[in-house]
Structure formats: C-alpha cells, structure tokens
C-alpha cells in the first residue's frame, strides 16, 4: 500500500513570492493534516482538513492557507513568502480525523527554501 | 507554552541493552499519545500508541508505559539496534472536547537516540 506522498521534494522561491505544495493521502484516509519543522524547531501544526472542509487551523497567519480536493489530496499555499518561512513542510493523513485513537501518517516532506 | 516535553535532548546506548525514552505533558485533556521516530529530511514514522485508558502497549522490541497521575510516558526499546539511531517525538493528541485543540498532534521536541555497535 502506498504511503503518503508529497510534491516537489525540494522548493526553492524568492521573498514576496507564493509556494505551492502538494499532497497525496493514504487511499481511505479522508483526514490531512499539514506541518511545519522550522531549523531548530519542533513540528508546529498548521492546517487539518477532512471531507474537503478545514476542520482545524495552528497559529499561523492567513497567507498559510490550503484546500482539499475531492480525491482527498491536498495542496498548502504560501503567500508572501518571508525568509522564516523556509522549513519542512510536512503532510499526514488519517483515517478518522474525528476519532480519538486516529494516527496520523506522515509523508517524506516538502523542503522549502526561501532566498 | 510547551505542553508536551521531553527533557533530554539526546541518549547514547550500547547496542542490545535497552533504550528508555521519556516525555512529560501538562494538559490532562489530552487522551492519544503516539511516537515517531526520524532520520533528518524524512517525515516521521509511526511506531507506537498509547489511549489514556491503557497504561502500556507492546509492539516488538517497543514497548509504551503510561503514567496519568504523574502525565508521563516513556518508550523503552529492547534490545536497541544501531538502525534504531534517529531522532524520536513524542506527540500527544484530544478528542472532541479539546476544543481548539482537536484533532492536531502536539509534538515534543524531541530526542536524539545513538545506539552504538
């Protein structure tokens, strides 16, 4: 069974401009959820979809924003892109966001670097 | 405010004896606890779980104890391998009731584990 996927592996953009990333689930899981590790820091959440709704958002400003198709795939945005900014992004899906005893899996990350 | 921690940023062990990994939280909301483990540039894998209504869990050579009153868990790996080196996170999860809360994971910063031959 295939994991969690993400695209590109390495994303490399300029101050000002916008970042997309992309996410393929688990197939069945209907629940993704979107991470941050900055250098130095831990992973900070930032976005929780499911059903193609966001369900959940971390402490991060609105130019964070993202969508979820109805494959369940996912993509998260970037606006405006500032140099702390560039960090791992990470993406898990679930089965069952709503269920106590859901786990969440990760895929290999999105690095994104910001000149 | 950091609700889940684990306080020692790395630990060396010998190969084959055992490993024991510790993390603390605050908020006795949370109900799910899980660990990952990870290699730099690599998303975390999934190793082990725990529900606040157990106090251990095996799988294999991991094993997950649960201390509610004290809000401590630990993964205590037997006998620890030299593959086992990488970087372990707790992370800790609500229901429902969490609020603003539900659903995400809370992660530790988590630890650094070198298994030496």
């Known amino acids: 069974e295939a994991g969690v996927t993400q695209s590109p592996t390495h994303l490399i953009k300029t101050r000002g401009q916008q970042a997309t990333l992309r996410c393929s689930p688990i197939?069945?899981?209907?629940?993704v959820y979107w991470y941050q590790q900055a250098l130095g820091l831990g992973l900070q959440f930032l976005l929780w979809y499911d059903e193609g709704e966001e369900r959940n958002r971390g402490n991060f400003p609105p130019r964070f924003s993202g969508r979820q198709f109805p494959n369940y795939s996912s993509e998260l945005n970037v606006n405006a892109l500032e140099l702390e900014d560039s960090a791992l992004y990470l993406c898990a899906s679930s089965l069952a966001g709503y269920s106590s005893t859901d786990t969440q899996y990760f895929g290999p990350g999105t690095r994104l670097t910001v000149l | 405010d950091q609700q889940v921690k684990q306080n020692s940023p790395s630990l060396s062990v010998q190969e084959g004896r055992i490993s024991i990994l510790n993390c603390d939280y605050t908020?006795?909301?949370?109900?799910?606890f899980l660990w990952y483990k990870k290699y730099p540039a690599e998303g975390p894998t999934f190793l082990i779980s725990i529900s606040s209504i157990k106090d251990k869990n095996e799988d294999g050579r991991f094993t997950v104890f649960l201390n509610k009153s004290a809000k401590h868990l630990s993964l205590h790996i037997v006998p620890s391998q030299p593959g086992d080196s990488a970087v372990y996170f707790c992370?800790?999860?609500?229901?429902?009731?969490?609020?603003?809360?539900?659903?995400?994971?809370?992660f530790g910063q988590g630890t650094i584990l070198t298994v030496h031959p």
């Open positions: 992370a800790a999860k609500m229901g429902r009731v969490g609020g603003t809360s539900y659903g995400k994971l809370t």
């Open positions: 197939s069945g899981h209907t629940s």
């Open positions: 908020n006795s909301m949370f109900d799910y």
